[in-house]
């Protein structure tokens, strides 16, 4: 008796493996028995289905930009696609633009002035991630301090402050918590970093508190960190310690 494809209804030679017209895997190469529907392993003897049976659709994804001869190249899933969705959004906001070209499911094709639509949320990012430009800077993947006038009253007022904007600006980015060894690493680029800098991250607890290995900036210290900003923004503020002053540090805070 002839049969036919499970998924396409096609008939299906006795001695093959595969449906010649769906390329889906009809039988199992192990045991011989017939396979059920989308499934990952072979309900008779246990041996794993190839991937092709499966529903899931990648999507292959190709950014190169020419200055910087930057290149960007991924493939995933559309779960996986949907999910980071705001992210690609954020990226391609900032980087589309005149000679570049994008290849989306091996279709090139290419990009001039492109034209994206926001919605609220996503402006509500890009204007809160704003004022960051002009204090941090990214240094081989990673965040470095580029404007040093925090308006500080002191060697650990400033170590605070740093801290809270760095963990401000990551949790903007969708990282809500950063390696303690990161901060360590910033303080240390800035010279801030001693015995008295590490007391102080070890007992505050309400700008930001310490989970295992990683910090987590609190609801005060997000709210610090946009005070911060507005002060660096305002040259009626005074700037009472500087990056670079030498002297014993005081636990006075503004």
């Avoid at 001039?112 to 609220?120: L, P, R, T």
């Avoid at 308006?151 to 990551?170: E, H, M, N, P, T």
């Avoid at 997000?222 to 005081?250: C, H, N, P, Y």
Wanted: with cysteine.
């Amino acid at each position: 008796m002839e049969k036919n494809c499970s998924y396409c209804k096609s008939p299906l030679h006795v001695r093959g493996f595969y449906c010649p017209s769906c390329k889906k895997q009809i039988k199992c190469k192990s045991c011989g028995e017939e396979l059920e529907q989308n499934v990952s392993l072979c309900i008779m003897c246990g041996e794993d289905v190839l991937e092709r049976n499966s529903n899931t659709s990648f999507n292959n994804v190709e950014f190169s930009e020419t200055r910087a001869g930057r290149t960007f190249k991924a493939s995933f899933s559309d779960t996986v696609a949907s999910s980071m969705s705001e992210a690609f959004g954020l990226f391609l906001i900032n980087k589309v633009g005149n000679n570049t070209k994008k290849i989306i499911n091996n279709e090139e094709e290419d990009v001039q002035d492109v034209d994206f639509i926001e919605d609220d949320s996503l402006k509500q990012i890009k204007k809160d991630n704003g004022p960051f430009d002009e204090i941090f800077e990214m240094i081989d993947g990673k965040v470095s301090l580029k404007e040093p006038r925090l308006k500080a009253v002191s060697k650990q007022d400033f170590g605070k402050r740093l801290i809270c904007l760095v963990l401000y600006y990551k949790k903007l980015l969708g990282l809500s918590k950063m390696p303690r060894i990161e901060i360590t690493r910033i303080l240390k680029e800035t010279s801030i970093e001693d015995g008295n800098m590490r007391h102080m991250i070890r007992n505050e607890s309400t700008l930001f508190r310490k989970s295992n290995e990683d910090l987590e900036i609190l609801l005060p210290g997000i709210e610090f960190a946009k005070k911060i900003i507005e002060e660096i923004s305002d040259s009626s503020v005074v700037e009472v310690w500087k990056l670079g002053t030498k002297g014993k540090s005081t636990s006075k805070a503004k």
